[in-house]
């Protein structure tokens, strides 16, 4: 990584720079032997109070002092890594909010409001796409929180990083508001035709359109169990069947099933190894 001109390293980045992609150098140990330096790339979220917060893609905020602040740059932003034609962050956020419907919502600007009796958070979350919620973000916050309440749900937010045309502000903004990040997941895509060419084929893998029995009794979230442990919230959730139920309940059954394009996948036992169950999945030609 070169911050070097001239024999010299140098900082040119400031305040203006706020939502650009940037490479920081800073100082960590100070008052060792030996300088020790560590570099942060990601996106400047924010530069106030002489304390820099550089959110990497990962999610996480970096809090850089001014005073440890040896070199910085605004740098493009990371290149995708593809075969050909391949969706943006926002365009794969909405296909997968299509394979994964909620029971209800309702719109606060560009953003939705999801929930399904708490039956995953996918399906009771916020899904902040667009231009914004159309209102200052404390107040739409405060809306947020009472919708949830109203439906005895906790209130969380979808937020995308690590990309092209992510939302490392905004989860910056929350951060500072005192909303934790939870559970990080990995959106991963591939080219659909290498796969019949996968060792094994396709055809060890079956497909039906309706959810059976037993490709719910493999599905783990969607049953409890007498004396299973779980957060409170998902405990009281309409969604999540409480000890002593016999099966899912409906806003589980309706999540699963409601997409525009719906396949359950269950792969055949291989010896003592038990089957598993995949889905539901969408595809997009």
Known sequence: MDFITGGQLTVRITATDVGKR????????????VEKFTDVVGVLTSWDAGVLRVTRRTGEIVRIP??????????????ARRRGPAASARELDRVAA????????????????????????????VLPLGEGPGLPLDEALGRITDWYGHRGLPAYIQVSTGAEGTQELLA??????????????????????????????PGRVRLTRTVGDGWL????????????????????SAGSPGPGSSGPGPE????????????????????????????????AG
């Open 98 to 125: 299509r394979a994964w419907p909620p029971v209800e919502s309702e719109s606060l600007g560009d953003w939705t409001l999801r929930a399904a009796g708490g039956f995953t958070r996918r399906a009771n979350s």
């Open 252 to 283: 589980v059954l309706q999540v699963l099933g409601s997409g525009p394009s719906v396949w359950f996948a269950t792969v055949p036992a291989e010896a003592v190894q038990p089957e598993a169950a995949a889905g539901p999945g969408e595809t």
């Open 22 to 33: 940037v490479s920081v150098r800073r100082l960590v140990d100070a008052g060792g032997p």
């Open 217 to 236: 009794a493999r599905y783990q979230r969607s049953a409890g169990s007498a004396g299973s442990a779980g957060s409170a919230s998902s405990a009281s």
């Open 66 to 79: 001014e005073s440890a602040l040896v070199a910085g740059k605004v740098v493009p932003a990371a290149p």
């Open 172 to 201: 910056a903004e929350l951060a500072e508001r005192g909303w934790v990040r939870e559970v990080p997941v990995e959106v991963r895509i591939a080219a659909l035709a290498p796969l019949a060419d996968a060792e094994g084929g």
